[in-house]
Structure formats: C-alpha cells, structure tokens
C-alpha cells in the first residue's frame, strides 16, 4: 500500500510539471490582493475552503465553477468555456490513469488540456483523460472540434465523481504573504488541487481528470473587512 502511495506521489507531481501549470499564462502581473490584517487572512481562508465545499459538492466542476463565478459575480455570462492547451508529442498515457480507469495497455485514451474559463477569468487548468469508446460519437466530436467543457459534453452520462484527492496549495499562516509596500496579502497563482475518476451511470469509470484551481477563483472585490461578497 505505501509504494503504491508514492507512486501516485510521483504522478502527481509529473503531471503538474508536464503540463507547466505554473506558468504565467493565467497569472495577473499585479497578483491577487487582500488587506493584510489578522481578519483579512482569516476571511481570504474562509472563501478559499468555501470553494473548496463547492467543489466537493459537484459531481462536475464545470457546473461547480459556473455556480462559483455566478455566486460572485465574476462575469456578465457565468459560462465555463475550456480553452485547449498543446499537448506533448508522443504523448503517452500515465500508467497510474490506465490502472485507475480499469483498462489495459490496448485500450484508446484521448488526452485534452484546456484551461477552463469563466468570462476573463481562469479558475482551472485541467488534463483529462477519457474513454472515448465510452461516449457517444457526438460527444468525441464535440471534445475534438470545440472549447465546449467537458462536463457539458458528458452529462447526459449523468456522472458521479470519485474523488482521489482535493489538496490545498496555500494557506494563510505562516509564511511571508505580505504586501509590504501595499500593506495586502498577495495569495499565489494556485490555491488547490482536485484529481478524480469519473463514472458514468453504470458505474463504469471513462475519465480522470488532474485539476488545478488558480487565485483568479478568488478575483471579486472583498467587503470592506476583507471578506467575500
């Protein structure tokens, strides 16, 4: 059970550094501030975890985000959109994503990475891994040829998640988050991440997805205490 734990460790962590998650594409060039008082920290902590309940209470985080970013008022039209990112060449499949779909070395696996996006703002990037064997040849066709989210495309599938991690990569304290000539608390480019299989109604799993969520989840006007809206 432990070497099977570190090998999902090391997954993980190609993944992230494969897809270049941490790249500057999606950060704002001025960061995300808040005011930097015990209670803004506090407040910035307690919007964090609630995305994180949002997350933990959708079977798709596309609907999840959507429900985000119209409960801020983040875009006039609180539609996720899924911008693809290029993708290595050859690009194999993870031996871990072919064990947690339960297929063997054969079976057809399509890769898509996009950053999902709700009006200017990137909440997610996302690699994903599916069955197309498992959809519908319209729902294959829609992945190929449009910037339709995944979650729209299969849910007539009327999926459920199975989680097999939803991490944070940031907190509040300790650590030097301040804003020293603004007097804010700057939060970084990312702030969580969520690795899932996907069932379709038969219980049959067609899809994991690796999901980092960005601090622009976090860019709507705080109150003036420092908390969400």
């Not at 007539?156 to 944070?168: D, I, K, M």
């Not at 219980?203 to 003036?224: A, H, K, W």
Request: hydrophobic share 40%; with cysteine; proline share 9%.
């Amino acid at each position: 059970m432990k070497r099977r734990s570190m090998g999902r460790g090391r997954f993980v962590a190609a993944i992230i550094v494969g897809a270049g998650l941490f790249n500057a594409g999606y950060a704002r060039a001025d960061g995300l501030s808040w005011p930097d008082t015990p209670s803004g920290r506090a407040n910035l902590l307690t919007v964090v975890q609630a995305l994180e309940k949002t997350l933990r209470t959708h079977a798709s985080a596309t609907l999840a985000l959507e429900d985000w970013c119209a409960t801020h008022h983040m875009a006039a039209r609180p539609v996720v959109v899924a911008q693809k990112a290029p993708l290595p060449q050859p690009d194999p499949v993870p031996a871990q994503v072919r064990a947690d779909l339960g297929i063997g070395a054969t079976q057809a696996v399509r890769h898509r990475r996009v950053r999902l996006t709700c009006g200017t703002h990137v909440l997610s990037v996302a690699d994903n891994w599916y069955v197309p064997d498992l959809l519908t040849p319209e729902m294959n066709a829609t992945l190929e040829n449009t910037d339709t989210a995944f979650g729209h495309v299969v849910a007539p599938l009327h999926f459920t998640r199975e989680r097999l991690q939803l991490a944070p990569l940031w907190a509040p304290w300790p650590g030097p988050l301040f804003g020293a000539a603004s007097g804010r608390v700057v939060a970084p480019a990312t702030i969580m991440r969520q690795r899932a299989v996907l069932r379709d109604g038969q219980g049959r799993p067609f899809s994991e997805v690796m999901e980092i969520y960005t601090d622009q989840n976090l860019d709507f006007t705080p109150s003036p205490d420092g908390g969400g809206p």
